[in-house]
């Protein structure tokens, strides 16, 4: 199973990066109706739920801190969900990580025991 995530960096307060996850077409198979999402982990904190999809559901799921800046999007192939993220701030400092696991028509799993594969991370720092 891979899941390669991409597109952080360095930026300042109140830019926009974009990051990217893709899968390959055999990941992407593992499950008929999968849930993919993005997580993030400060120094010293756990990793929490920042946005993510389940192919049952039509609506993402956007952590409050994130609402109304990000916004993640998935292509129907199943082998890729991006994340924009805008109006970045340093309490968004942290590594993402994409992640991938069953899903459902009923909700979008928020915590990290709700998916069972995961990317390498990337860094994101946003000085203030």
């Known amino acids: 199973v891979q899941l390669q995530a991409s597109g952080g960096g360095l930026v300042q307060a109140g830019d926009s990066l974009r990051l990217s996850c893709t899968t390959s077409e055999r990941t992407a198979g593992i499950y008929a109706m999968p849930a993919m999402g993005w997580f993030r982990q400060a120094p010293g904190k756990e990793r929490e739920f920042v946005a993510g999809?389940?192919?049952?559901?039509?609506?993402?799921s956007y952590a409050d801190s994130v609402k109304g800046r990000f916004t993640i999007s998935r292509d129907s192939a199943k082998v890729r969900v991006d994340l924009e993220m805008n109006r970045l701030g340093p309490d968004d400092t942290a590594v993402y990580y994409c992640?991938?696991?069953?899903?459902?028509?009923?909700?979008?799993?928020?915590?990290?025991?709700?998916?069972?594969?995961w990317g390498q991370g990337t860094q994101v720092t946003v000085s203030s």
């Open positions: 999809f389940s192919w049952g559901i039509s609506r993402p």
């Open positions: 992640a991938l696991g069953p899903g459902s028509v009923v909700q979008i799993g928020t915590t990290p025991r709700s998916y069972a594969y």
